[in-house]
């Protein structure tokens, strides 16, 4: 095997299962995720992405399985180990959750609050952050000003504000017109080349598929279906896959 | 013996909400008393909730004080007993009629504003968004909220009665030509700590209830912008329930003390 670089584990998740009543979710889910690489997952409404993200950020407890960020196992640990392994994490959420009754600078400063730093600093972080999303002149508005492709662009500069070794994007480009989702896939782009972090991307959007994963899981009612490169997936034969590529 | 044993759904729902209002209150207080405390937070909580219930609580005070004042002069006059209006007033103000009302109207706005606010950062996933940044959001949102209430709600309550006794204090002078000094007078020589302090006490009851059922309902919030509407109207109603429950167990248990 000589000459074979083993690439870092940043994430790793196995045999996750979580059942609602009698509707079972995910049944035994696993996966991992490689430092600097953008791992896809697809699959359809209902399939179990939202309950997999949310297992793996804590905000939902799962059945059984391991989850691994970092070469921690999450479900072991205290709440405040959590909150300090989450700090390495950036989050974009499906609907941008931008907190309503704050400034743009307020929502960018509020991962930074219990950073022990002086505001000068975090000031730096703050327009670092903008400037990477092209919206610098943004700061002071609210976000009922806002765009909804601003929305997500701003929610993305909160997501990287405390230069996170992995992003986790919550379909990214949902609700997006074409043209505001392209520069949205080229931004995510931009900045894992900047920061050189980790992505796990959760959407049904082929193009973004396209241009962004290095490596796709299908999930299909709550197990990895099927693994592979975008062009190895959308050549498939089968059709439970072809079905997402049409 | 299986029919007597049967609990209709509606009780079974209501004493479920009353278990999980219980845990949530639980929660509050074991997190009230633990670091970090969001300070900051908590002044802004307390300027939202008192400073800007000003114009609305002193508005319902003085309309309170005239109507009250307006209705209750003739049947005084009627029985020769006009001098005592002034201590009659002031004591039903202060004891039971201004916190009541002033907490009802604060459950109106503070309580409802709360599950209503909480309710939308639910749905929309804002609650989510601060727990993945490592900011508790329980303590963030509801310990302040609470508290604030609790601190403000006795505030605006003293203030309410005393804005009460004025509008008394210009229907007296006005249709009875007593001077607004005979009347305060009259209205301080009547009221005895008795009368003020349970009053107080169960000012912060109220105030601790009106925060803890809007965090309570907005907290929990599902279903989207349906749910937020039922957040903040269910927080309205509980809370007003509940104002008068402990009412009822505050005059209850001043009758014991002082009786």
Known sequence: MAGVEQKKIMLSISGLKKRFGDNIVLKGFDMYLEKGENLVIMGKSGSGKSVMIKCLMGLMQPDSGSIDIMGKNVLELEHTEFDQLRKKIGFLFQGSALYDSMTVKENLEFPLRKQNMPQKEKDILVLEALESVGLLDAIDLMPNELSGGMKRRIALARAIILHPKIIIYDEPTTGLDPITAKEIIQLMRDIQMKYGSSALIITHDVDCSRVIADRMILLIDGINYVEGSFSELSNSKDEEIQAFFK | ?259
């Not at chain 2, 002031?90 to 706005?109: D, F, K, T």
């Not at chain 2, 008795?194 to 309902?217: E, M, Q, R, T, Y």
């Open chain 2, 1 to 259: 013996m299986n029919h007597i044993l049967h609990i209709p759904s509606s009780v079974k729902s209501f004493l479920i909400e009353v278990g999980e209002l219980s845990y949530f209150a639980g929660r509050f207080f074991k997190e009230v008393f633990t670091r970090p405390f969001e300070l900051k937070e908590l002044m802004r909580q307390c300027y939202q909730m008192g400073n800007k219930s000003l114009m609305l609580v002193g508005v319902t005070g003085f309309i309170l004080g005239l109507v009250m004042t307006l209705q209750t002069r003739p049947t005084l006059l009627e029985f020769g007993a006009g001098s005592w209006m002034p201590s009659m007033v002031g004591i039903s103000i202060v004891r039971e009629i201004g916190p009541v009302i002033i907490a009802l109207i604060c459950a109106g706005r503070i309580s409802s504003g709360i599950g209503a606010e909480l309710g939308s950062m639910r749905v929309t996933e804002q609650i989510d968004a601060m727990e993945v940044s490592g900011t508790n959001p329980f303590k963030y949102l509801v310990v302040t909220r609470i508290m604030a209430a609790t601190l403000m709600i006795p505030l605006l309550i003293i203030y309410g009665d005393a804005i009460a006794l004025l509008g008394s204090a210009l229907i007296e002078y006005l249709k009875g030509d007593v001077s607004f000094l005979l009347f305060f007078n009259s209205v301080f020589d009547a009221l005895e700590y008795s009368d003020i302090n349970p009053a107080i006490i169960k000012s912060f009851f109220f105030g601790f209830a009106i925060g803890l059922v809007g965090c309570f309902k907005g907290y929990n919030c599902k279903r989207g912008t349906v749910g937020v509407g039922e957040a903040s109207n269910s927080a309205v109603v509980f809370t007003s329930m509940l104002l008068f429950v402990i009412d009822f167990i505050a005059v209850f248990v001043t009758d014991i003390f002082y009786n």
